[in-house]
């Protein structure tokens, strides 16, 4: 018997003659935990298809061994069976269904005769939220009750209710918080110990680090190299990934910045369930012109509800007064926010940012379309112009302006929304987690290119989970906490342990 789990061998995959993977080799041992890194785009995340049957035997060449034997999987329910159970960078819940049946979905426990065991789902469903530290999820409840953290883990224990052999789990970790993280972590170890073997795909390094065994790194769908991790470091990945050295993972530029050029003053936002509670309180800020304004604050402090309020899309009651170039400006609609110079750039690409069926120039082109239109007519010429200019501007990795974007890695699709947003010249531009799912040469290039529109007298406003990257970036840091303003410093040397205490409640107020 061979001594691995899963030995794939010179798969290739090709998208409509584009290759995504072009023989690529990947060895995983029983128990083993091996770290999946590439830039956005590399083929990680089509690998794992191809393993997972997503995309079914026949539809790629090569081979893959499974427990010694060739694996020729038709369907998921198949490679499920044999134990490879996958969580999708996309998360695949019914929002409207409970948690335990989304646990439960397709794999019911029933009592003999076919009636459905709702007790002992329901009981099963309990020990899993326990198991994963969310003790007060009620398991009847439907899912879209839950924020993005806590539906990430309903995912994994779906998963983990299934019996697994290897677990891979693709991107897991982008909308947890840190504790959250660290749960997720402390169970990918704890498998280990019980002889399941997982696949983790991840652009925070860190992680990678701290819990994988190996790490294998591709690159435009072929195979770099396979390394012990005690044998190196994050950076000696990163020039793995990207083929040469990132020195400065934050290219800070000295810019100029300008007086106070955008206000917001009393930002209130109901909750839309329950409105008695405030999902942001009173909140009152100034952005300078040229000024790179950082909101950090912990998931679910009320950062995306107090953006979402500024470009007019809260979707429950909710009070703004904002200011722009000393005039009072009205905002009752993302056209209006956009007309008059405010873009926003989502966090969930997947519901507000993109149309996934729509080609990756048409999304680009989308908030500016009537630009390009005399008389009613679309100028098409001048269209295609722009699109291009924004895909080699932003190093969009798409084989045509015409594929459809949902067909574009994870990371593409983010430098696409950015692109679009950056079409109707903002002189402020909302940016929520914009390095969400992004690797590492691509977040020095959207830094890069903060700082170039920042240069250019635009002001940003960045909300980040990421406090490197905040710290990294920032000029000015708003801490955000339960709705509340907590904190308003000059980044000239502010520390983590600072941001966390106001944002845990400390009051700091230095700028
Ligand atoms: N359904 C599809 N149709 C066409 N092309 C696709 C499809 N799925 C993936 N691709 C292409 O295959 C390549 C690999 O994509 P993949 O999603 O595997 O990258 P990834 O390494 O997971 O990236 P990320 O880190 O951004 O998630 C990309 O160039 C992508 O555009
Ligand atoms: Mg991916």
């Known amino acids: 018997m061979s001594e691995y789990l899963l030995d794939m061998r010179g798969i290739v995959k090709d998208f409509n003659g584009v290759k995504a993977l072009d023989g690529i080799d990947l060895k995983v041992r029983a128990g083993e935990v091996v770290g999946l890194c590439g830039e956005n785009g590399a083929g990680k995340s089509t690998l794992m298809k191809v393993l997972s049957a997503v995309y079914p035997h026949g539809t790629w060449e090569g081979e893959v061994f499974w427990e010694g034997k060739e694996l020729k999987a038709k369907t998921i329910r198949e490679t499920e069976e044999a134990g490879i159970v996958i969580i999708h960078q996309e998360l695949m819940l019914v929002p409207q269904l409970s948690v335990a049946e989304n646990i439960f979905m397709g794999n019911e426990i029933t009592f003999p005769g076919g009636l459905m065991n709702y007790a002992a789902m329901y009981k099963r469903a309990e020990e899993l939220m326990a198991e994963l530290k969310m003790p007060d999820v009620n398991v009847a409840l439907p899912v879209h009750h839950y924020g993005g953290g806590h539906q990430q883990l309903i995912e994994i224990a779906k998963a983990l209710n299934k019996k697994a052999k290897l677990l891979i789990l693709d991107e897991p970790t982008s909308s947890l918080t840190k504790s959250e993280t660290e749960i997720l972590l402390d169970i990918i170890r704890d498998l280990r110990r019980k002889g399941v073997a997982c696949v983790?795909?991840?652009?925070?390094?860190?992680?990678?680090?701290?819990?994988?065994?190996?790490?294998?790194?591709?690159?435009?769908?072929?195979?770099?190299?396979?390394r012990a991790m005690s044998?190196?470091?994050?950076?000696?990945?990163?020039?793995?990934?990207?083929?040469?050295?990132?020195?400065?993972?934050?290219?800070?530029?000295?810019?100029?910045?300008?007086?106070?050029?955008?206000?917001?003053?009393?930002?209130?936002?109901?909750?839309?369930?329950?409105?008695?509670?405030?999902?942001?309180?009173?909140?009152?800020?100034?952005?300078?012109?040229?000024?790179?304004?950082?909101?950090?604050?912990?998931?679910?402090?009320?950062?995306?509800?107090?953006?979402?309020?500024?470009?007019?899309?809260?979707?429950?009651?909710?009070?703004?007064?904002?200011?722009?170039?000393?005039?009072?400006?009205?905002?009752?609609?993302?056209?209006?926010?956009?007309?008059?110079?405010?873009?926003l750039v989502p966090e969930d690409r997947k519901r507000h940012g993109i149309v996934p069926l729509q080609g990756v120039g048409a999304n680009i082109t989308m908030a500016v379309l009537e630009t390009y239109a005399k008389f009613g007519v679309i100028d098409a010429e001048s269209e295609l112009h722009q699109i291009g200019k924004s895909i080699e501007r932003m190093r969009i990795k798409t084989a045509s302006p015409d594929l459809p974007i949902r067909g574009l890695s994870g990371g593409n699709q983010q430098k696409a929304v950015l692109s679009k947003m950056l079409l109707p010249s903002p002189k402020v531009l909302i940016l929520d987690e914009p390095t969400r799912g992004v690797d590492v040469g691509a977040k020095y290039e959207i830094y890069k290119l903060m700082f170039e529109l920042v240069r250019q007298g635009l002001s940003i406003i960045m909300i980040s989970s990421e406090l490197p990257e905040v710290l990294g970036i920032s000029d000015r840091v708003l801490v955000i906490g339960e709705g509340q303003l907590r904190g308003d410093f000059i980044n000239d040397g502010l520390t983590q342990e600072q941001v966390l205490t106001a944002a845990l409640g400390a009051v700091g107020m230095a700028a």
Not at 200 to 226: F, Q, Y
Not at 255 to 278: S, Y
Request: glycine share 10%; aromatic share 6%.
């Open 200 to 226: 983790m795909i991840s652009h925070k390094l860190d992680e990678i680090a701290a819990v994988c065994d190996t790490v294998s790194v591709i690159r435009d769908g072929t195979h770099v190299g396979t």
């Open 231 to 343: 044998e190196m470091d994050t950076n000696e990945i990163i020039t793995m990934m990207v083929g040469r050295q990132i020195k400065n993972l934050f290219p800070r530029e000295e810019h100029p910045i300008g007086e106070p050029f955008f206000e917001a003053r009393n930002v209130t936002c109901l909750d839309v369930n329950n409105p008695a509670r405030k999902r942001v309180d009173n909140i009152s800020f100034k952005l300078r012109r040229g000024e790179i304004l950082g909101v950090a604050g912990l998931v679910g402090a009320g950062r995306t509800e107090l953006a979402m309020a500024i470009f007019g899309c809260y979707p429950g009651q909710y009070e703004a007064e904002l200011w722009l170039d000393g005039k009072k400006i009205e905002i009752d609609s993302p056209r209006a926010a956009v007309t008059q110079g405010v873009c």
